[in-house]
């Protein structure tokens, strides 16, 4: 199928910095949407931004201004440039992509998660 791996976590401090990427492989096709989500404990998972092939791009409220989405379409990465962090943005943060994958003589539809990585912003 398709494997999503992060980078780029840790600790700040409030109002530091820190980016996030995620890299896809696997025989994939193509990718339409990829986007970061977070879930801090005992909070349900919650989208952070995502963005289109397109480049269109989709943003929480709770970031929107501090954080940017991009996306490098010929690596299948996409990453995350999280600026004024928050002590309210601790969480671990899972990537996520859609799209197709080769399967045989098909393509398959794929929707796939990164394992996590944890981002902890001290106050």
């Known amino acids: 199928q398709v494997q999503l791996v992060e980078s780029g976590g840790g600790l700040v401090q409030h109002g530091g910095s820190l980016r996030l990427s995620c890299a896809a492989s696997?025989?994939?096709?193509?990718?339409?949407?990829m986007g970061w989500y977070r879930q801090a404990p005992g909070k349900q998972r919650e989208l952070v931004a995502d963005?289109?092939?397109?480049?269109?791009?989709n943003y929480a409220d709770s970031v929107k201004g501090r954080f940017t989405i991009s996306r490098d379409n010929a690596k299948n990465a996409v990453y995350l440039q999280m600026n004024s962090l928050k002590p309210e943005d601790t969480a671990v943060y899972y990537c996520?992509?859609?799209?197709?994958?080769?399967?045989?003589?098909?393509?398959?539809?794929?929707?796939?998660w990164g394992q996590g990585t944890q981002v902890t912003v001290s106050s």
């Open positions: 996520n992509a859609d799209g197709k994958y080769y399967s045989g003589s098909y393509y398959k539809d794929f929707n796939s």
């Open positions: 963005i289109t092939s397109g480049g269109s791009t």
């Open positions: 696997g025989m994939i096709f193509s990718i339409n949407s």
